[in-house]
């Protein structure tokens, strides 16, 4: 799996390297991209693939994304 950036609404999010140490597919912690300031309209959600772990193998480019949950600021 690569390593991922992740941008909301232009603002870097962080750069989480999503590398598991095996062959086979296994989910991620979740990932706290901050608190974002609610608009009208859309937000939007960027994801660049940015590098590898170097113990990653060919292509090195795997990512996916299974969820994304907006919670309230309290």
């Known amino acids: 799996y690569a390593m991922v950036r992740f941008r909301i609404d232009g603002s870097k ?14 989910l991620a912690d979740e990932i706290d991209l901050g608190v974002v300031q609610g608009r009208t309209g859309a ?17 090195k480019t795997y990512f996916g994304l299974d969820c994304v949950e907006l919670r309230p600021v309290k």
């Open 13 to 26: 999010a962080g750069v989480f390297d999503l590398y598991s140490g095996g062959h086979e597919v296994k």
């Open 43 to 59: 937000i939007t959600l960027r994801c660049e693939i940015v590098g590898a772990n170097a113990k990653a193998e060919a292509p």
